[in-house]
């Protein structure tokens, strides 16, 4: 398995400001994604952050919205520019460990207000 | 797209009997399905996982089943706990180290 961290845990934001959330992992890991969980709902994948390159974003997220930084094989951040309170969610980074195999981060949970 | 349906979306067992949820998925190309436990306020929590080259596994009180040709998996939990009440969510995965979930069902135990 493998410990994630994410920072802050939760935040209230003003509409049309950004936030940054930032995914630590204990271990170098390839994979990392992105998961949005909009209240009491499953999860929807946002992106996969990829070392070295560009993230892959999945279909209805855009990089000028979601921008992803992925420095180094342990460390990623993901940015929810220009918040509205449609944004209120909870947001998950999860590294692969090994074969699709994911674990998850405790999650950060966003109030725009 | 895979698709992934989770039935039923809300359980109520009483404590010490059994709890089973179900998912199908559409892709027959998807070969891992994993079970996430999330409890309030936490991150999904992974509690067990099967892989398409066998039909079952278990660990202690739960166990999943996989019927490739009907492409369905279900999750088993035997002899239930307070502490077992959380959300569940199945998942599924065509090798392409995506996962599409489903809708998840939340289980709530009956001291």
């Known amino acids: 398995s493998a410990v994630i961290s994410q920072k802050p845990s939760r935040d209230i934001c003003q509409r049309g400001t950004s936030l940054t959330i930032q995914c630590q992992v204990d271990s170098q890991v390839t994979m990392m994604f992105w998961y949005r969980q909009q209240p009491g709902q499953s999860l929807t994948l946002i992106a996969t952050?990829?070392?070295?390159?560009?993230?892959?974003?999945e279909s209805g997220f855009v990089i000028d919205k979601f921008p992803i930084s992925r420095p180094n094989l342990t460390f990623s951040t993901l940015t929810v520019s220009n918040m509205s309170p449609e944004d209120s969610s909870i947001y998950l980074c999860?590294?692969?460990?090994?074969?699709?195999?994911?674990?998850f981060g405790p999650g950060t949970r966003l109030t725009v207000t | 797209g895979e698709n992934v349906e989770q039935h039923p979306s809300t359980l109520s067992v009483q404590e010490g009997d059994s709890a089973v949820i179900k998912c199908t998925y559409s892709d027959s190309a998807s070969n891992y399905f994993p079970w996430y436990k999330q409890e309030l306020g936490k991150g999904p929590q992974l509690i067990i996982d099967i892989r398409s080259n066998v039909g079952e596994k278990k660990d202690q009180r739960i166990a999943v089943t996989l019927n490739k040709t009907a492409k369905h998996f279900s999750l088993h939990i035997t002899e239930t706990q307070p502490e077992d009440s959380a959300v569940y969510f199945c998942?599924?995965?065509?090798?392409?180290?995506?996962?599409?979930f489903g809708t998840g069902t939340r289980l709530t135990i009956i001291p």
């Open positions: 952050a990829n070392q070295g390159s560009e993230a892959t974003y």
């Open positions: 998942a599924a995965s065509s090798g392409n180290e995506k996962l599409t």
């Open positions: 999860s590294v692969e460990v090994h074969s699709s195999e994911q674990y």
